[in-house]
Nanobody, 120 residues
Framework: QVQVMESGGGLVQTGESLRLSCAAS????????MAWYRQAPGLQRELVAS???????YVADAVKGRFTISRDNAKNTVYLEMNSLEFEDTAVYLC??????????????WGRGTQVTVSS
């Protein structure tokens, strides 16, 4: 089993910053891709940012220039640095990790999410 746990959410005002963390633990050979998604009430889940095990990153246009994704492979942890937060960034932020569980197969595991609320 693989556990994924997010932390770092909270209530902030417009223009402020937050740093989210997500750690994977459990029984796996290695963590491959790690990603942050978000889901606001009434909207579809959307990909915010991702990073491969080799450090190749993707950041969605909606947050480019404000959000930065990084990872610490030794800790199996991914971070999302969020600056200049806007009201529209309010959502539950979920972490997804692709874990190689056997030599031949990988599976994706999700955390339960952490709430980010930006007040205007």
């Amino acid at each position: 089993q693989v556990q994924v746990m997010e932390s770092g959410g909270g209530l902030v005002q417009t223009g402020e910053s937050l740093r989210l963390s997500c750690a994977a633990s459990g029984n796996f050979r290695e963590i491959e891709d790690m990603a942050w998604y978000r889901q606001a009430p009434g909207l579809q889940r959307e990909l915010v940012a991702s990073v491969t095990d080799r450090g190749i990153t993707y950041v969605a246009d909606a947050v480019k220039g404000r959000f930065t994704i990084s990872r610490d492979n030794a800790k199996n942890t991914v971070y999302l640095e969020m600056n200049s937060l806007e009201f529209e960034d309010t959502a539950v932020y979920l972490c997804a990790c692709s874990a190689r569980v056997t030599f031949y197969s990988s599976e994706t595991y999700w955390g339960r999410g952490t709430q980010v609320t930006v007040s205007s």
